[in-house]
């Protein structure tokens, strides 16, 4: 998630604003609960974690973050590159006493939907959830296993008819956490069991561009990385947000309570905002940044 190369330079970076030395242990969760149990447990002591934004409100909600330090010595305050309408959604997430982008600075975002092989399922097929539920695709589909976009593809699935009549909206229903909802969320994902060939938070991608699988919900950068790896090897991939609407997801820089160096972290953080490095991430992983503004690094 990440142009492991931006690592290293942030390394110098480092030294070069505050003389000192680091050493970074990168490392990667399958999804966002695992990383957040840890935290939760106190047993970890990350400087810096890249949650989604319902995660980001419940470590708020459970004062698990600390505020990001804004001042830099001699560098600039890139954090002010993220896009205003990005830093109003945050804020949203806001809790009494703590404003959220105190305490969080987005990174990426994009969309859940359906990623697609060409030779074997039509645009049209793909152009809505319900193919996820097709019996003429069984065996050939891949879940993600994420909890919030398993919940929500199937509750925007039993709610076709209401999100086309305008009855109800994809947020209304991805924030939706009634009893009724969980019962007919849980129904839709047990009819749907027999179809999947597999529930997968990575690999999926990966069995997309080998033919192995036809269908696989994902998200926007991962489909981003299958369909460009996919023409390499002669097959057509391609990525559709269904008709029904979906979740548009962002992920964000936070420092946990435990953390040992929050000075470093913020740093990161800042370094993170760099219009430079931004564009290297994007690059290097497929997803869009939230940063939109230029700026010479070197002033």
């Known amino acids: 998630y990440i142009d492991e190369d931006v690592l290293e330079d942030f390394k110098q970076y480092y030294k070069e604003q505050t003389g000192e030395n680091l050493r970074i242990i990168y490392q990667t969760f399958d999804i966002n609960e695992v990383m957040l149990t840890k935290i939760e447990r106190g047993h970890e002591d990350f400087d810096v974690v890249c949650p989604s934004e319902y995660i980001i409100e419940r470590m708020l909600k459970k004062d698990l973050l600390l505020p990001i330090d804004t001042v830099f010595g001699n560098s600039l305050n890139y954090m002010n590159n993220i896009a205003p309408y990005i830093r109003e959604q945050i804020n949203k997430l806001s809790q009494p006493g703590r404003q959220a982008d105190h305490y969080a600075v987005c990174y990426m975002w994009g969309t859940a939907g359906i990623l697609y092989n060409k030779a074997f399922v039509t645009e049209e097929d793909a152009s809505t959830w319900d193919c996820l539920w097709n019996p003429k695709f069984a065996g050939k589909i891949l879940m993600k296993e994420s909890y919030r976009d398993a919940y929500g593809t199937a509750s925007i699935d039993a709610h076709a008819k209401g999100l086309e009549e305008g009855t109800i909206t994809v947020e209304e229903l991805m924030n939706d956490y009634s009893p009724r909802a969980m019962e007919l969320a849980e129904k839709y994902l047990k009819l749907m069991k027999p179809n999947s060939a597999g529930w997968e938070a990575d690999f999926g991608k990966e069995m997309m561009t080998k033919n192995k699988a036809w269908l696989n919900m994902t998200w926007s ?57 931004a564009l290297r991430n994007m690059d290097e992983i497929g997803y869009v940044s939230t940063s939109a503004k230029h700026e010479d690094p070197e002033e």
Do not use: Q
């Open 221 to 277: 950068g991962d489909a981003v990385w299958a369909i460009e790896e996919a023409k390499t090897v002669n097959v057509d991939l391609d990525y559709v947000v269904p008709k029904e609407g979906s979740n548009i997801w962002y992920d964000g820089w936070v420092i946990p309570k435990y953390a040992r160096n929050r000075k470093a972290a913020s740093y990161f953080i800042n370094f993170m905002c760099r219009s430079d490095i």
